[in-house]
């Protein structure tokens, strides 16, 4: 920026360093852009307002640092940053703003309410049909024009009068008139007329031309801007295309605007019709008119000039100068003032009926522009989206790379937001994963009716009834976790997103937390405190996923704009406040510890028969667990290049992690039983096997394999005896009760009833 940007301050009329010593002056800091250091308004505003100030004794000065080109690779989109990067640092450097109206949407956030401070008479002044697109930004005024520009075609009087035509009011009579002339001029050996110039260069002007030719097939005056995929569009495009295949030439279409100002103000006898912005004392040849429509009374300009705004960082007692201020430079005397001596367009509606004015203007003209803005909040980047905006419809109109429906298709993708869901218009995959989640959440809400079915008793002894409640819903919720990949993004679906996972995790491990604990090898009192308050466990960790994700709301994610290699933007979620990032951390580093304390505690009852096969299953559970981690941690890292496989892919993995906490946790537990009465008969023989040779073991066969030689007990430090304490609950088939002794009927007093063989928490 400072190799490209050349400043110079508009001293004031007033002697700055003597108006410095009086205490009671207050010095107001303007910015401003301008193309040219000399002939550029805001002089004669900040002249004009600090005569006022000194001829009304009000101490107020402005300065301005004008911003204008030192090269020829400055353009106003540079400048915008160097106001915006002020104002996003809350700097009170700069009080007053003057920006280019197409950036009140990124300006505005930063700029006051004029609402609360202007009157009503004041702001009524003012045309509400431009205003209204121009200076106000979620139904605040955040700035007022000070300077007007508008498209408008300059008709070559003396070729029309010619051939006998009037000014065309429609496209299709600009056409045939257009053609008849270049007949007739051919004719006569004219070859090289400029019949119509077009305005579609490569840059913003080709975008205000595009955007204004749209508008002027709208189906009325009344009619809002034409959708881009709509046949109003379609035929607009057409129209731009058959202009310049047929009375224009892509050179025509691409003349510079010097060419143009200098035809403009001279008489031209090769140019018939020129597009350019409204400009004072021209050429008597040509004649100032409006842009055809598709039929009469139809018309549209692109609205440009500079807005006047006051910034929310500054002091109060600055504050109320630059209100002073402002309130001067857009007040009426001044606005007629400048129509008059330099024919600067206003957007006062009542000055275009005052005859002074209209001496000076054509009035009647200017009261029959039909206004549109440049859609310039309908991305956070204008520049670049004008940018591609123009690139796509050149592609139509100069290379024919491209046909209109997929220019049009290409447009609408710039703005559009794609979201995962169950059209099939990108992908199938939404549809498939969707209905899939429906019928894995249906197959998960009927099979909690098997806990209340007697003959299954015998498949819920592991855990108490209300926890098999819990691991089931836990599975839903994290199926419902799956389902929020779907549909639009918002900040409350960006919460709900962890909240569900966190919450959906702890119901399907906490549990199983819970039994390990209790079935500890070696009984202790906090496993059996566990035991008996199993509910105020469980919360403990229910009210830790409550205030954590209750945290995230202090500091809101925010929806990100991504963009696939097809060019197609979709959004995520994303922290950007580093304390939010430590408490989702921390979240995450919880859960990952109660894995790893699960899986430690799996080890340690790995061969406690009470628990053997659960212990199997769940083990299976964890470790889908564990890869659906490594599988996300890895999609956080890896760039997946297309919209749909992105949210596909999360969606799928939340199906997997969900389906496999239900199906080894839950589901698993019918299989198993049911193995088992098909195996009835042989399990029964065994039974009675080990009830005869019963008598015969010794008690030291059943706890051989956690017998260990005495001076293996003794070890040197304190790691090897943990280490052989491990290795001693790791071999145990057994746990021993509170005393320390071995509750052996658990392991060896078998019945027929499966529900008896191991009694249900």
């Not at 498939?432 to 098997?450: D, G, N, Q, R, Y």
């Not at 096997?689 to 293996?712: G, R, W």
Request: glycine share 2%; proline share 3%.
């Amino acid at each position: 920026m400072k190799n490209i940007i050349h400043t110079c301050r508009k001293p004031s009329v007033v002697d700055k360093g003597n108006a410095s010593k009086e205490s009671n002056t207050t010095i107001i800091n303007a910015i401003g852009f301008a193309f040219n250091e000399v002939a550029h308004l805001y002089s004669v505003l900040i002249d004009n307002f600090n005569n006022y100030s000194k001829e009304n004794n009000l101490n107020i000065i402005i300065n301005i640092d004008l911003f204008t080109r030192n090269n020829a690779s400055l353009v106003e989109s540079s400048f915008i940053l160097t106001e915006e990067s002020y104002l996003k640092r809350k700097s009170d450097k700069y009080d007053i703003y003057f920006y280019d109206n197409i950036y009140t949407p990124r300006l505005g956030p930063y700029l006051i309410d004029l609402n609360n401070y202007l009157s009503k008479q004041h702001i009524d002044m003012y045309d509400e049909k431009i205003i209204s697109q121009i200076g106000y930004l979620n139904n605040k005024l955040v700035g007022l024009p000070v300077s007007l520009d508008i498209s408008v075609i300059y008709a070559n009087l003396s070729i029309l009068n010619k051939y006998n035509k009037r000014i065309p009011t429609t496209w299709n009579e600009f056409l045939n008139t257009t053609k008849y002339i270049k007949e007739q001029e051919k004719e006569l050996n004219n070859n090289e007329p400029v019949l119509y110039n077009g305005l579609f260069p490569e840059n913003e002007l080709g975008s205000c031309s595009i955007y204004e030719f749209i508008y002027t097939f709208r189906n009325s005056k009344e009619s809002l801007y034409p959708e881009i995929k709509s046949q109003e569009t379609i035929n607009a495009l057409k129209m731009i295309k058959t202009l310049k295949n047929e009375i224009s030439s892509d050179i025509n279409f691409h003349i510079s605007e010097d060419v143009i100002f200098e035809n403009i103000y001279s008489s031209n006898e090769n140019s018939l019709f020129l597009k350019f912005w409204y400009m004072p004392d021209i050429d008597p040849s040509y004649k100032i008119a409006l842009l055809p429509g598709w039929k009469e009374g139809i018309s549209g300009s692109v609205i440009g000039g500079d807005n006047i705004g006051i910034s929310k960082y500054i002091s109060e007692k600055k504050k109320d100068a630059a209100l002073i201020a402002l309130k001067y430079i857009t007040s009426k005397d001044l606005q007629k003032k400048n129509v008059l001596e330099r024919r600067v367009l206003t957007s006062i509606k009542d000055l275009y009926d005052d005859e002074d004015v209209c001496k000076t203007i054509n009035c009647s003209l200017l009261k029959n522009v039909q206004p549109i803005v440049r859609p310039t909040n309908i991305t956070d980047d204008y520049d670049e989206y004008s940018l591609k905006y123009r690139n796509i419809i050149y592609k139509y109109l100069y290379t024919n790379e491209i046909t209109i429906s997929e220019a049009l298709d290409q447009i609408n993708d710039l703005t559009r937001i794609f979201y995962f869901t169950i059209t099939t218009e990108d992908s199938i995959l939404g549809l498939i994963l969707f209905v899939l989640s429906l019928i894995i959440i249906a197959i998960m809400i009927l099979s909690i009716s098997f806990l209340f079915i007697k003959r299954f008793n015998s498949c819920f002894i592991f855990l108490p009834l209300d926890f098999w409640l819990l691991i089931v819903l836990g599975s839903i919720i994290l199926m419902l976790r799956a389902l929020t990949e779907f549909g639009k993004v918002s900040l409350t679906l960006c919460h709900t997103k962890p909240l569900f996972l966190s919450i959906g995790t702890t119901f399907s491990l906490i549990p199983i937390l819970y039994k390990l604990i209790i079935s500890f090898p070696e009984k202790n009192k906090f496993s059996n405190w566990i035991s008996i308050h199993r509910w105020i466990f469980i919360s403990i960790f229910i009210i830790y996923d409550i205030i954590f994700n209750g945290i995230t709301f202090i500091k809101p994610y925010t929806v990100d704009k991504q963009m696939d290699n097809e060019k197609r933007n979709y959004q995520i979620c994303i922290f950007t406040n580093k304390f939010i990032q430590i408490i989702f951390s921390t979240m995450t580093v919880f859960k990952y510890m109660i894995i790893i304390i699960i899986i430690f505690l799996i080890y340690l009852e790995w061969n406690i028969k009470e628990i053997y096969h659960d212990l199997r299953f769940i083990i299976s559970g964890i470790s889908i667990n564990i890869l659906c981690i490594i599988i996300l941690g890895l999609i956080d890292k890896i760039k997946i290049y297309n919209y749909v496989n992105y949210f596909a892919t999360y969606t799928f993995i939340f199906i997997i992690y969900a389906v496999s906490n239900y199906f080894f946790f839950y589901l698993l537990k019918f299989a198993h039983i049911l193995t088992r009465k098909i195996n009835k008969e042989n399990e029964n023989n065994m039974i009675k096997k080990l009830k005869n040779n019963f008598h015969t073991v010794e008690p030291t066969a059943i706890i051989k394999s956690v017998s260990y030689d005495d001076s293996q007990s003794h070890y040197s430090n304190t790691l090897s005896k943990l280490s052989y304490k491990i290795k001693e609950y790791h071999n145990k088939k057994i746990i021993d009760d509170v005393d320390g002794t071995n509750n052996e009927n658990i392991s060896i007093n078998f019945s027929q009833n499966d529900s008896e063989i191991f009694p249900r928490n």
